[in-house]
């Protein structure tokens, strides 16, 4: 009898032997049509669910849909004459921490700026591809992304989150 229960018990340990990290399929790859420097035309082909997110003339924010079986995103990509200068991304909070800023590091080395306050972190890497891309982390049981952001190193556009903090609220 003893035998029987130590077969199904091994048994059932085999079958929940593999864990799954909650990331699951998301690299970079899946924002990297998006980055600064692509033709937002080319861009509108390939996803076409988007909508206009501000307007100022020659300068527009607009806001992709990414839907993926485990997560979807709002790609926010701001243009300027038909060329993305910034892109960015607000990440799930089931995404892990660890597992993104790894994917950065592979991709971009190691960060040139970071800065830690309680448990919120900002991690800057400085002109990668003529880009500036700023991480945010965040901890509270767990360690999550916040989001990403890609910004051209272009001084005569006005980034993105300029912008987006000059549409808070004024207290």
Same mark, same amino acid.
């Given at each position: 009898?003893?035998?029987?229960?130590?077969?199904?018990?091994?048994?059932?340990?085999?079958?929940?032997?593999?864990?799954?990290?909650?990331?699951?399929?998301?690299?970079?790859?899946?924002?990297?049509?998006?980055?600064?420097?692509?033709?937002? #035309? #080319?861009?509108?082909?390939?996803?076409?669910?988007?909508?206009?997110?501000?307007?100022?003339?020659?300068?527009?924010?607009?806001?992709?849909?990414?839907?993926?079986?485990?997560?979807?995103?709002?790609?926010?990509?701001?243009?300027?004459?038909?060329?993305?200068?910034?892109?960015?991304?607000?990440?799930?909070?089931?995404?892990?921490?660890?597992?993104?800023?790894?994917?950065?590091?592979?991709?971009?080395?190691?960060?040139?700026?970071?800065?830690?306050?309680?448990?919120?972190?900002?991690?800057?890497?400085?002109?990668?591809?003529?880009?500036?891309?700023?991480?945010?982390?965040? =901890?509270?049981?767990? =360690?999550?992304?916040?989001?990403?952001?890609?910004?051209?190193?272009?001084?005569?556009?006005?980034?993105?989150?300029?912008?987006?903090? #000059?549409?808070?609220?004024?207290?």
């Amino acid at each position: 009898m003893s035998l029987i229960f130590k077969h199904i018990f091994s048994f059932i340990f085999l079958i929940h032997a593999e864990i799954t990290p909650p990331n699951y399929d998301f690299t970079l790859k899946s924002i990297e049509n998006f980055t600064p420097g692509k033709n937002i #035309e #080319e861009i509108k082909k390939q996803n076409p669910k988007f909508d206009l997110f501000a307007d100022n003339g020659d300068q527009k924010i607009l806001r992709f849909k990414l839907k993926r079986a485990n997560y979807s995103l709002d790609v926010y990509t701001q243009v300027k004459k038909d060329i993305v200068t910034d892109l960015f991304v607000r990440l799930p909070q089931y995404f892990l921490h660890d597992i993104f800023l790894r994917d950065l590091q592979k991709k971009w080395s190691k960060q040139d700026k970071f800065v830690r306050h309680d448990r919120s972190a900002i991690y800057v890497w400085l002109n990668r591809d003529n880009n500036n891309i700023i991480y945010h982390g965040s =901890c509270s049981i767990t =360690c999550f992304p916040m989001f990403i952001e890609i910004v051209s190193t272009d001084k005569s556009v006005i980034p993105m989150y300029v912008k987006l903090n #000059e549409a808070l609220p004024k207290w």
